[in-house]
Each structure stands twice: as C-alpha cells, then as structure tokens.
C-alpha cells in the first residue's frame, strides 16, 4: 500500500495540474530542488546526532518493506511462552536457562521464525527469562523492570519518526525560501518583457509547490508510517511482559496466557475459543 499511495500522490497531482492545461516541463526547476532538498538535509543533519542519522537512512526502506503485526505474530509469542510456562511449571525455573542463555540455538525458539527473526522481540524474551531464572527478585520488581525496558524501547522507537517529523515540517518553509529567492532573481528582470517575468515568476512558485508536495504528501506520511511501525513492536513487548508477570504472581500458564490475550489490540487479538484450540495443540 505505501507503494500504491507514494504514486498515487504524484499521480493525481500532476493529473489534475495536467487538466488545468499546465505544462509539466515547467515544473522542473533544478534550481529549486538544490535549494529545498539540499537546506532540508543540511538541517536534519545539523538535528540529530551521528548515530540517529545512520538508523533514520536505515529505517527508510523498512517504510516500503516493513510489514503490519498479524495476528500470527502475537500468537506465536503466546505459545511460546506458553511453552516455557508448563516447562518450568513442569520442571522448575532452571530448565528455561538453556533457552534463555542460548535463544538462537533453542528448539522451542525455533519453532517461531517470526520471533526469532525480531531480534528486539527475542531479546526482550531472552533477558527477562534470564531473570525469570535467576528467581531472586519479587513480581512486582519484575513488573517494574519490564516497564523499563519497554519505556526505553518505545522512547527510542519514536526517535527517527520525530526526526523526520521535523524535516517535514521545516519543507515548507524551505519552499517559501526557494520562492523568495526566485522573486529576487525577477525584480532585476522587470525591464524584461511580461512573458519572461512570468515564467520567472512561475519558476519562484515552484518552490513552494515543492516544498508542501514533499512535506505533506511525502515525508510526513514516511515519518506516521515508521512510528506505527514502532507501536507494533512496543505492543507485542508489552503482550509478552502481560504474559510474564502474570506468571510471576502465581497465575497457571493457561491464565497467564488470558491476560496478555486480552493486551493483544483488538484487530489482531485470536478468540477465546479459538486460543484454547492452539494450546491444545502445543499441549499435544
């Protein structure tokens, strides 16, 4: 759909520009692009920290290939953890160390590809099981120390959405900065006949189509896109911490199970029949 919509702008723009009796030629001003794309990198630039620049050019092809959170990808974290819970309900607490210390050799974590291949996702499991483990510390002090590493994680899942944010913001003023410097260039032709003035004119006003066409139309759905992109993953880790503590309280696997059910958005969330099918399955 990103793919649909990304043409779909420029389409429909230059479609109805076209049923105006516009030339499409004049739109292309070199000049102007310079201006607005080169002072846009030059500010992000001058934002944000060396590091958060490389992950934000990172992050750019996960707005194309990136994909919404299914409802498999939540059910595959309750059944993994439901199959740890009846391990160490079955065997105690030491037998998940092999699992916890070890997540990309472990059966059971193999079993999930779409766990394994999120690596937030399986270390988020891997560290709070080590905990889980380790058995010195109170349900409620687990509880707090997920809410620590799911804070974080969101914190910094909205960095690079933020940043582009403020590009997007800053592209129409840019434009408006290309179209006055253009309207500079035509006062020393006002001796020029009335068609160079306007298409010099016109040449200014470029710029400020451009910079709210980039602004609005591009980078700030780019920017919405990759922070829903960062709600997904902050959900299943707070799915998979409902999961955890419930446990740690005293809860039976199969209950613990029910209350990060219920923490599953409701788009995604399996019913409640439907669940208990697949935990018998596991069982099986």
Same mark, same amino acid.
């Given at each position: 759909?990103?793919?649909?919509?990304?043409?779909?702008?420029?389409?429909?723009?230059?479609?109805?520009?076209?049923?105006?009796?516009?030339?499409?030629?004049?739109?292309?001003?070199?000049?102007?692009?310079?201006? =607005?794309?080169? &002072?846009? *990198? @030059?500010?992000?630039?001058?934002?944000?920290?060396?590091?958060?620049?490389? /992950?934000? $050019?990172?992050?750019?092809?996960?707005?194309?290939?990136?994909?919404?959170?299914?409802?498999?990808?939540?059910?595959?974290?309750?059944?993994?953890?439901?199959?740890?819970?009846?391990?160490?309900?079955?065997?105690?607490?030491?037998?998940?160390?092999?699992?916890?210390?070890?997540?990309?050799?472990?059966?059971?974590?193999?079993?999930?590809?779409?766990?394994?291949?999120?690596?937030?996702?399986?270390?988020?499991?891997?560290?709070?099981?080590?905990?889980?483990?380790?058995?010195?510390?109170?349900?409620?002090?687990?509880?707090?120390?997920?809410?620590?590493?799911?804070?974080?994680?969101?914190?910094?899942?909205?960095?690079?959405?933020?940043?582009?944010?403020?590009?997007?913001?800053?592209?129409?003023?840019?434009? =408006?900065?290309? &179209?006055? *410097? @253009?309207?500079?260039?035509?006062?020393?032709?006002?001796?020029?006949?009335? /068609?160079? $003035?306007?298409?010099?004119?016109?040449?200014?006003?470029?710029?400020?189509?451009?910079?709210?066409?980039?602004?609005?139309?591009?980078?700030?759905?780019?920017?919405?896109?990759?922070?829903?992109?960062?709600?997904?993953?902050?959900?299943?880790?707070?799915?998979?911490?409902?999961?955890?503590?419930?446990?740690?309280?005293?809860?039976?696997?199969?209950?613990?199970?029910?209350?990060?059910?219920?923490?599953?958005?409701?788009?995604?969330?399996?019913?409640?029949?439907?669940?208990?099918?697949?935990?018998?399955?596991?069982?099986?």
């Amino acid at each position: 759909m990103v793919f649909v919509g990304f043409i779909l702008v420029i389409g429909c723009v230059l479609a109805g520009y076209m049923m105006h009796h516009g030339v499409i030629a004049l739109l292309w001003q070199p000049n102007e692009v310079v201006i =607005i794309c080169g &002072a846009a *990198l @030059g500010s992000f630039l001058m934002a944000n920290p060396p590091s958060l620049v490389k /992950e934000t $050019l990172k992050s750019i092809p996960k707005i194309f290939l990136g994909k919404e959170l299914k409802q498999d990808a939540y059910v595959d974290v309750l059944l993994l953890l439901y199959e740890f819970l009846s391990i160490a309900r079955r065997e105690g607490m030491l037998a998940l160390e092999e699992h916890a210390n070890r997540p990309d050799s472990s059966p059971i974590f193999a079993k999930y590809p779409s766990i394994i291949h999120n690596h937030h996702l399986k270390d988020f499991l891997a560290d709070n099981l080590k905990v889980f483990v380790s058995g010195n510390i109170e349900p409620m002090e687990f509880e707090n120390l997920m809410d620590i590493d799911t804070d974080a994680h969101e914190h910094h899942g909205v960095l690079v959405p933020a940043a582009l944010t403020t590009v997007s913001d800053s592209l129409p003023g840019l434009g =408006i900065v290309a &179209a006055v *410097l @253009g309207i500079v260039t035509t006062m020393r032709l006002m001796t020029e006949p009335p /068609e160079v $003035l306007g298409a010099s004119v016109g040449a200014a006003l470029c710029g400020t189509f451009l910079g709210l066409l980039l602004s609005y139309g591009y980078m700030a759905p780019m920017a919405k896109a990759l922070e829903n992109q960062a709600h997904d993953q902050d959900n299943i880790l707070k799915v998979s911490k409902s999961v955890l503590v419930a446990f740690a309280k005293g809860l039976p696997p199969v209950m613990a199970i029910e209350f990060a059910r219920r923490a599953v958005p409701s788009n995604c969330r399996p019913g409640y029949e439907e669940m208990e099918e697949l935990l018998k399955s596991v069982k099986k």
